[in-house]
Every structure is written in structure tokens, then in C-alpha cells.
């Protein structure tokens, strides 16, 4: 069995709505490469500098409101007889500036909570996404509350010489989604493939000796916060304009949950390990709610959870890949016993 | 070469190191001595910024550096090798080594350093490419020494190098470490084994209770009949 290059990964992909014709099936992997960012976002944090963010659809939820509301427009009284109006701005500008209040938001909850890191890190990420989801139901000014924020554009893309495109259709949702990505994996990719991603692992393994050979662990840290937020965000992005409704259930605990699951099952602190995590509990569901009522199926979640965790403790992706090393090494006389993959 | 003044360390209320004074000569080899607890890894830790000490002067090379971060005591020549957990377990071999170097920017001058440890440590370079956390507890000794080396150290704190090491590896570190003195750092070595902390040491400093007990010529303090008695157990 040989490995596909990366490639034809790609390719693979970028075929699938040539021959998926089915709709529903283009959304079942729309869906999945949304939680996919997520769960990318998430696993530069959780897997590469061993932060565990339980706050994490905080920043999803924020791309996902700032997006929609730079899209659709917004006016706020200010003061008695002033009223600030935001005139709605192209969705590509929007999704932009979710990504940018993401990172800055990230940052924010950086430096307030890494001076002291770790339990206290959960905590705050934590209270932080309650607390966002609070300010979503009651500042109905803004948000429209519970309400909800309706009508959200699609995004749209003027080609030249073609006019414009409006993504109403799933095919060409399923190619953003797909561009955003392939995009998120190469940042991430180039990041901890970086000095930077050194010094990430470097300071999970053992901060003390970090420090002691000059990583500067809270600039780090920060570092790895903002981009994890603002990759986090697109993900909101794109999930507000696709589904074109956002109201404050999208900062509900479970989806941090998921997005954890999908790191931890997937294996964290591994390139791919979040999109295996991500496709299998993206489609999952889909197969079993055809079997299973809804609370029988998070039963059956439970139960592969556990499943993994028990049999594979390092997640899906580290265990494929010794595997395939052990495999290796029994088919070459030389051997890669010892060999790092 | 260094100089600490009146150095104090807290830990909440308990005080680790009450007025703890020492000093050493650029090229010594100087060793602290003492029970578990007397504050010996806190005056190490003290000394290159992962703690921030209450009181006292720390003086490198005519500069306070009390107040100064890990990464400006590492980049005026001070490398910490600390006790415990050496490596990066899941850093490769030569990642660890270029840890070691982070806060260089003479990527050339560090390859160097690192082949001329390479010689030195033929198994780690053979060993190059493999997980730290897969090698003995003797080469992951050796690479931590390796990668304190490759910041190009001017003075070296070593923090019970022996500890959990078999008996023969125990020699063999010494052996390094007198080495790397005899190559022109100097080192600053904390160390359980007294006999061997003595023996080996130009000067050492007992530390008892978080302050300086006793402090003289290695030799001078192994006849020392105090020391004898509470520390080398004859």
C-alpha cells in the first residue's frame, strides 16, 4: 500500500462535487470542513502548546457575528440622538474583519490569562465564551438577541470578464470551504514547522527548560492564541455565510466539545489529526441518525470515544502511522526501528 | 566572574535562600554542597532568571542581572542545565541540540558547535534523528550537556548532573564536565555526592538552611572534620 502524495489528496477532493450529486451529502462535507478549521484552530493549541482552550467556539462564534454583521449592516444608538450606522460592507470584507476581532480577541485572552497558564487558562477561556454568549442574547441593539441575525448574504466573488457569483449553490460553498482549509493546513503547517512551532513543543514538553534555553514562553504563548483565534474565526465566517443565520446557541459548550473530540480522537499535536477527527464525527452523525435516535447516537459517540482513547491514546493519526512504520520496518531488512516518522 | 550578594528567595512565605553570598573566578570550578532542601537548585534557579529573587545582587562579568529575563542571562553567557527531566522527549536528537542555540543568530558558528559535539558524542549523532526521550538515561545526560554547550557558554550551572544516573555514568559526566572547565568555561555545579562535588571542585561552598555554611578549597573542606561527619558519612 503506498501513500497518495499530497497532491492527489487534493485533487481528490477538489473531484468530489463532479461526482457527489447529491446535495445532501455536499452538505454533510461542507459541515465537516467547517468543524475541520475548528478543530485545526483548536489543535494549535491544545495539541502543539498543550493549552487546552474550553472556550474555543467563543471565537468561532465571534468570526461568525462579526462577519455577519459587517455583511448585513448595523446601527447602534449611542448616545440620546445619535446613532452610529454601519453601512453593510462586501462579505469578503466581513469575513476578513471576523478573522481580524477573532485574533484580537484571542490575543486579549492570551495575555490576560498565560501569565499564569494551564488550569487557569481553561477557566478563562471558559467564563470567556459564556460571557460572549451572554453579551449575543442580551445586546439585542446589536445582535438581534435570540432573535438571531437573519439573512446573511452568501459570499460573492466578482471574476473579471464573468460578472459576478454568488455562492447560493453548494458547489461552490463546497470549494470555499475546501480553499479555507487547505489555507488554515498551510499556515498551520508553515507555523509549527517554524521556530516558532519549536518553541510551541519545546514549552509543552517542559516550559522550565524552555525558558532555560531563551524561548520567551509568554510571547510564544500569545503568539499561538491569536492565530489559533483568527483561524477559529474564518471558521465562524464561513459557517455564517453558508448557513446565513447566526443566533447565540452557535456558542453553545457542546461545539467545543466536538471541536476537542475531533483533536483528541484524530490525535493532537499532528498535522492531520484534527481533519480525520473532524471527518469522522462530521459524518458519523449523518450515518447514524438514519439508525439512531439523537440521544442514542451521542451514546454511541460516547461509547467510540472511549473506544479510541482506551486502544489509541495517542488518536487515530500517530497510531496509523506506527503501523505503518512497523510495517515498514518488517518488509526492509534494514529497518527503521528507532527512526522518528 | 560572578558575584551574589545577599540573595533571598521566597517560595509564598518560606524563605528557600536567606543571604546567600558566593562568588566565582572566570575558569573555576566551583561546587555547592548540601541537604535536599538547603536551597542549592534555588540559587541556580535564582542565578539565571527562572526565579525572581526577594532580595541580594546577582553581578555577571560587572552587570546586575537580578532583575534580568532568562533570555538576556542566557544571551550574556550563562547556560542552566537543570535537574530532572533533561531533554525534549519528543524533540529529535538535533532538534534538542538546536534548542540549545534558539538565541543564536551565527546559524554557521552553531553548526559548527554542533558537529564538534557530534565528535565528541559520537552516539548522538548517531543517534540524530531518533526521539530524545528514546535514549538511556546516560545519553540523555550527554545531550542535555550538548545542548547547554551550543549557547556557546561562558559560565555553565549544572544541576545535580549525577542524579538517577548508574555509577559508571556518574564518573563519565564528571569526567565531561572537567572537560568543559579545562576547555575555559566556567562552571558553577550543584551536587548530591559530596565526596565527588569535593573532590573534584577547585572551591565549594557547603549551603545549609538556605545561607553559606562552610566554604573553602575542595581538598581543605573534605579534611574538614563537620563535613565529614554530616556529609561524607565517616
Redesign the interface.
Known amino acids: 500500500m503506498r501513500r497518495w502524495p499530497a497532491w492527489a489528496w487534493v485533487a481528490f477532493l477538489a473531484s468530489i462535487p463532479l461526482w457527489v450529486r447529491n446535495q445532501y451529502y455536499l452538505h454533510v462535507l461542507i459541515n465537516t470542513g467547517i468543524f475541520a478549521v475548528a478543530a485545526m484552530s483548536l489543535n494549535l493549541l491544545l495539541g502543539y502548546t498543550g493549552q487546552l482552550s474550553l472556550g474555543h467556539v467563543a471565537f468561532f462564534g465571534i468570526g461568525a457575528y462579526t462577519s455577519a454583521l459587517v455583511s448585513l449592516g448595523f446601527d447602534l444608538q449611542l448616545a440620546a440622538g445619535y446613532t452610529f450606522v454601519f453601512e453593510p460592507r462586501p462579505v469578503w470584507l466581513g469575513f476578513l474583519a471576523g478573522v481580524a476581532v477573532a485574533g484580537l480577541f484571542g490575543w486579549l485572552i492570551g495575555k490576560l490569562s498565560f501569565r499564569v497558564r494551564g488550569a487557569y487558562f481553561v477557566i478563562v477561556t471558559v467564563s470567556f465564551a459564556e460571557v460572549v454568549k451572554l453579551v449575543a442574547l442580551n445586546w439585542v441593539d446589536l445582535t438581534e438577541g435570540p432573535m438571531a441575525l437573519n439573512n446573511i448574504p452568501p459570499v460573492t466573488l466578482s471574476l473579471p470578464g464573468l460578472g459576478e457569483l454568488t455562492f447560493w449553490k453548494k458547489e461552490p460553498n463546497y470549494y470555499l470551504v475546501l480553499a479555507v482549509c487547505l489555507l488554515s493546513y498551510a499556515v498551520i503547517r508553515r507555523l509549527v514547522q517554524s521556530r516558532a512551532g519549536r518553541a510551541f513543543i519545546a514549552l509543552r514538553e517542559n516550559e522550565a527548560l524552555a525558558e532555560s534555553v531563551g524561548v520567551d514562553v509568554t510571547r510564544f504563548l500569545v503568539l499561538a492564541a491569536v492565530i489559533s483565534a483568527a483561524i477559529a474565526g474564518a471558521a465562524g465566517g464561513l459557517y455564517a455565510h453558508y448557513i446565513k443565520i447566526v443566533d447565540p446557541d452557535i456558542f453553545l459548550f457542546i461545539y467545543t466539545v466536538v471541536m476537542v473530540i475531533m483533536v483528541v480522537t484524530g490525535g493532537k499535536g499532528t498535522l492531520l489529526g484534527p481533519v480525520v477527527g473532524a471527518v469522522i464525527f462530521g459524518i458519523l452523525p449523518e450515518i447514524l441518525r438514519e439508525v439512531a435516535r439523537p440521544e442514542v447516537q451521542w451514546i454511541i459517540y460516547g461509547f467510540i470515544m472511549i473506544l479510541i482513547v482506551f486502544f489509541l491514546p495517542e488518536g487515530i493519526v500517530p497510531a496509523a502511522a506506527s503501523w505503518r512504520k512497523a510495517r515498514a520496518a518488517s518488509a526492509s531488512p534494514l529497518g527503521a526501528a528507532g527512526e522518528r516518522a | 566572574m560572578l558575584v551574589v550578594e545577599g540573595l533571598v528567595c521566597r517560595y509564598g512565605k518560606v524563605n528557600a535562600v536567606r543571604e546567600l553570598s558566593l562568588r566565582v573566578e572566570e575558569g573555576e570550578l566551583v561546587t555547592l554542597i548540601g541537604a535536599n532542601g538547603a536551597g542549592k537548585t534555588t540559587t541556580l534557579k535564582a542565578i539565571?532568571g527562572?526565579l525572581r529573587p526577594a532580595a541580594g545582587r546577582i553581578v555577571f562579568e560587572g552587570a546586575e542581572i537580578q532583575a534580568a529575563?532568562?533570555?538576556a542571562i542566557?544571551?550574556r553567557g550563562i547556560?542552566?542545565c537543570?535537574e530532572g527531566?533533561?531533554?525534549?522527549?519528543?524533540?529529535?536528537v538535533q532538534?534538542n541540540l538546536?534548542?540549545?542555540s534558539?538565541?543564536r543568530r551565527d546559524p554557521a558558528g552553531a553548526a559548527e558547535d554542533m558537529g564538534r559535539i557530534f565528535r565528541r558524542f559520537p552516539v548522538l549523532e548517531e543517534?540524530r534523528?531518533?526521539?530524545a526521550g528514546?535514549l538511556s538515561g546516560g545519553e540523555q545526560q550527554m545531550l542535555a550537556i550538548g545542548?547547554a554547550l551550543m549557547?556557546r557558554p561562558r559560565l555553565i550551572l549544572f544541576d545535580e548532573p549525577s542524579l538517577g544516573l548508574a555509577p559508571n555514568l556518574v564518573e563519565t559526566t564528571f569526567d565531561i564536565i572537567r572537560e568543559i572547565r579545562n576547555q575555559g568555561v566556567t562552571v558553577l555545579m550543584v551536587e548530591q555526592n559530596a565526596y565527588a562535588a569535593l573532590e573534584m571542585a577547585d572551591r565549594s561552598y557547603l549551603i545549609e538552611a538556605g545561607a553559606v555554611a562552610l566554604e573553602g578549597r575542595g581538598r581543605e573542606l573534605l579534611g574538614n572534620p563537620y563535613v565529614k561527619q554530616a556529609y561524607l558519612g565517616g
Open positions: 539565571s527562572l529575563s532568562p533570555r542566557l544571551g547556560a542552566h537543570p527531566r533533561r531533554v525534549f522527549p519528543y524533540l529529535t532538534e538546536e534548542m540549545g534558539y538565541l543517534r534523528r531518533q526521539a528514546t545542548r549557547s
